[in-house]
């Protein structure tokens, strides 16, 4: 029951940070509430259409009012008072941390292979902010410097790690939330980044560098001297 609470609060705290996004693109109110609509359950949507389930929020329509009722309050309340930027960061890392369990948990209980279940676990807790980018004309967060699938993926593969080991659910399932919050909110607090792809450049050595400058200047003094 906590986790499903859990999930409900996540499903808000995404939905804001769909709503961060339309705010930025100066979006009306139907564009917002397509961008939190997405940002919250897409991740979820392809994932159950991806192993053959129904898709959650058909069976359960409160996810829909849940992101409808964020949107019109945030609409509204965004006009009069600033929101606490940094807290959303940290609400979105347990969003992160829940959908990432949720989704294991679910290729977990029909059978799936422990790689797929992982990637289940990565894909409900990114897919969302990856869709939100795109449509925002963004570089999806997930494909930058930051660490936020690596902090899902580590957190999937920990759940899998301690029920393979006989732990307790419960204890498997706050194990994993807590590892995947501290990864994320420790590169947030001392941001932590991961490497940048950088393609190889030679360098020229100075010698052949001085040549070309030289000649360089030498061609021009002599187009000036022409003049």
Same mark, same amino acid.
């Given at each position: 029951m906590?986790?499903?609470?859990?999930? =409900?609060?996540?499903?808000?705290?995404?939905?804001?940070?769909?709503?961060?996004?339309?705010?930025?693109?100066?979006?009306?109110?139907?564009?917002?509430?397509?961008?939190?609509?997405?940002?919250?359950?897409?991740?979820?949507?392809?994932?159950?259409?991806?192993?053959?389930?129904?898709? =959650?929020?058909?069976?359960?329509?409160?996810?829909?009012?849940?992101?409808?009722?964020?949107?019109?309050?945030? =609409?509204?309340l965004?006009?009069?008072?600033?929101?606490?930027?940094?807290?959303?960061?940290?609400?979105?890392?347990?969003?992160?941390?829940?959908?990432?369990?949720?989704?294991?948990?679910?290729?977990?209980?029909?059978?799936?292979?422990?790689?797929?279940?992982?990637?289940t676990?990565?894909?409900?807790?990114?897919?969302?902010?990856?869709?939100?980018?795109?449509?925002?004309?963004?570089?999806?967060?997930?494909l930058?410097?930051e660490?936020?699938?690596?902090?899902?993926?580590?957190?999937?593969?920990?759940?899998?790690?301690?029920?393979?080991?006989?732990?307790?659910?419960?204890?498997?399932?706050?194990?994993?939330?807590?590892?995947?919050?501290?990864?994320?909110?420790?590169?947030?607090?001392?941001?932590?980044?991961?490497?940048?792809?950088?393609?190889?450049?030679?360098?020229?050595?100075?010698?052949?560098?001085?040549?070309?400058?030289?000649?360089?200047?030498?061609?021009?003094?002599?187009?000036?001297?022409?003049?």
């Open positions: 906590t986790l499903q609470y859990l999930d =409900f609060l996540g499903t808000v705290v995404f939905a804001i940070t769909g709503l961060l996004a339309a705010r930025r693109k100066h979006l009306d109110l139907f564009g917002a509430i397509v961008i939190a609509m997405v940002t919250a359950i897409g991740g979820g949507t392809l994932r159950d259409l991806i192993i053959g389930e129904p898709v =959650f929020w058909t069976q359960n329509d409160i996810y829909i009012y849940i992101v409808v009722c964020t949107t019109l309050a945030f =609409f509204f965004a006009r009069f008072r600033r929101l606490p930027v940094k807290l959303l960061l940290f609400l979105d890392a347990l969003g992160l941390a829940v959908f990432t369990v949720i989704g294991t948990q679910k290729a977990m209980e029909l059978g799936f292979s422990d790689p797929i279940a992982i990637m676990g990565v894909m409900t807790g990114v897919v969302g902010g990856m869709i939100r980018d795109v449509l925002v004309d963004e570089i999806p967060l997930v930058r410097k660490i936020y699938a690596t902090a899902s993926f580590i957190g999937a593969s920990v759940l899998l790690l301690l029920l393979h080991n006989d732990v307790s659910q419960e204890l498997a399932i706050f194990v994993s939330i807590l590892i995947t919050i501290i990864m994320r909110v420790s590169a947030i607090v001392y941001k932590i980044e991961l490497p940048v792809f950088i393609s190889y450049k030679a360098n020229l050595p100075p010698i052949r560098q001085n040549k070309r400058r030289s000649k360089k200047f030498d061609d021009e003094s002599s187009a000036n001297s022409e003049k």
